[in-house]
């Protein structure tokens, strides 16, 4: 039985999900004056923000081959921080965001590793 999927190398994923991380953390310094302009653009930001959470946990994710809570918890710090510099509701909401793409992160990883363990398991005739 041959790969259920190929996944891509970590050096590669540490590389591109830190320089993402570099390009968000740029947009949302560079396009401030953008997000504080008015309400949706401010909760737009958080959006973005979640973005870096995500970057981030996919960067420590490949460093350390795992995470447990308190990266998640340092994560979402970090990214309540850089937000919060653009504006105070966009940290608010970039936390918010940043629990639902924890969330979904949580839930691929369970099944992925159910597949893997699934199709790893010895078949008996």
Known sequence: MGKVFDQPSTSSSLVLSGLSWVIVFGALQ??????RSNEIRTILGGLVGSLLFFFF???VGNLKKEIR???????????????????????TTSVLF??????Y??????????RLE???KPHRK
């Open 98 to 103: 940043s629990l639902g793409v924890l969330y």
């Open 69 to 91: 809570w308190i990266e998640a918890i340092i994560s979402l710090v970090i990214t309540f921080i850089v937000t919060s510099s653009v504006h105070r509701v966009s940290g």
């Open 30 to 35: 560079i396009g401030a004056p953008f997000f």
């Open 118 to 120: 699934e199709a790893t």
């Open 57 to 59: 946990i996919t960067f």
């Open 105 to 114: 992160i949580n839930n691929q990883s369970k099944s992925i590793n159910d």
